[in-house]
C-alpha cells in the first residue's frame, strides 16, 4: 500500500485545491498512474478541461491536440503552450480529429461524465490507429457500493455530479471490447477505507455547492486561508492507502489497445 502523504503529487495538489479537498485527495492516484505512461506519439488529452492534469503529468512535455467541451478551459489552456492543437467538441457525439490519426489518447475522470458513453469510446477508437492505446481513469461500481450515506443521498449526488457510468470490470471490457478496443486491463486504487472518506467529503462539497446544503465545515473552507486547510486535509487525509490490490479498489486507470 502506498500513503496519500508520500505521493510527489499531494503538495502540488493541496495548493491547488486547498477549498476542494475531495479533488485534492481523488487526484493522487490519477496523475500516479498517469505519469508513468511512455506516450506514444500522436497523443489527444481527450476530455483535456484547462490542461492542469497533463501539465502535472507530464512537465516539458508538449502533447499534439487537447479536446473539451468547455471554450473558457480550452482558453486556459491554450495558454499552458502544452498542445499543439486544441479543438472545442461534444466527446460523446463527435471529435473533430481525422481516423487513425492518434497512437495515444488520454482521458482522465472525465469518462464517467460523458452521458453517451458508446458515442464517447466509439470516436475514441476511430481516431486510434490500430495498436493505438487509450488510457483512462474512473470510479467505478464499488465505489458506490462502499457509499457511505444514504441511498436517497447517493442518487442526489449521482444526479448533480452527474455521474452518468459506475462500471466494474467486466462492464468496461464489454464496452471497450464493442468498438474494437481489445487487451483491455485494470490498475485499481482507493481501498475501502479511503473509498468511504473520499465519498463522504465529495458528497458534502457537491451537496453544498449544488444544492447549497448549508455545512458549517464547507462554509468554514470558503473563508479560512488557505494554509490552515492544507494543514487539516494533510493531518484527515495524509495516512490513508491510495493504492489497491487487483479487484479490490473503488477506482482504476483502464488501459486498451485498438485492434487491426
Not at 481527450?46 to 502533447?63: E, K, M, N, T
Not at 486535509?233 to 495516512?239: A, E, P, V, Y
Amino acid at each position: 500500500m502506498s500513503k496519500v502523504r508520500d505521493s510527489r503529487f499531494w503538495e502540488p495538489l493541496l495548493e491547488r485545491y486547498p477549498r476542494s479537498p475531495s479533488i485534492a485527495l481523488c487526484r493522487v492516484p490519477e496523475v500516479e498512474y498517469l505519469s508513468e505512461l511512455q506516450l506514444q506519439s500522436p497523443v489527444v488529452d481527450h476530455c483535456c478541461g484547462d490542461g492542469y492534469i497533463a501539465s502535472l503529468c507530464f512537465p516539458g512535455v508538449r502533447l499534439d491536440a487537447g479536446v473539451d467541451f468547455s471554450g473558457p478551459a480550452l482558453a486556459i489552456a491554450s495558454g499552458r503552450g502544452r498542445y499543439g492543437r486544441l479543438v472545442q467538441a461534444d466527446a460523446g457525439k463527435h471529435v473533430p480529429l481525422e481516423s487513425g490519426s492518434m497512437a495515444t489518447v488520454i482521458n482522465n475522470s472525465g469518462m464517467e461524465h460523458i452521458e453517451n458513453l458508446d458515442g464517447a469510446v466509439r470516436e475514441i477508437a476511430r481516431i486510434l490507429r490500430p495498436g493505438g492505446r487509450v488510457h483512462f481513469n474512473v470510479l467505478n461500481s464499488r465505489y458506490f457500493d462502499w457509499w457511505p450515506h444514504s441511498a436517497a443521498a447517493r442518487a442526489q449526488y449521482r444526479a448533480f455530479q452527474p455521474f452518468h457510468h459506475a462500471l466494474d470490470e467486466a462492464g468496461w471490457t464489454r464496452v471497450l471490447n464493442a468498438h474494437g478496443l481489445l487487451a483491455v486491463s485494470f490498475r485499481d486504487y482507493f481501498p475501502r477505507r479511503t473509498a468511504e472518506v473520499l465519498a463522504d467529503y465529495d458528497y458534502r462539497y457537491s451537496a453544498f455547492y449544488f444544492r447549497r446544503r448549508l455545512s458549517p465545515l464547507v462554509a468554514l473552507t470558503t473563508v479560512a486561508p488557505a494554509r490552515l486547510l492544507r494543514d487539516r486535509w494533510r493531518r484527515l487525509f495524509g495516512d490513508l492507502d491510495w493504492t489497491a490490490p487487483p479487484g479490490s479498489g473503488a477506482g482504476f486507470m483502464i488501459s486498451a489497445m485498438r485492434g487491426d
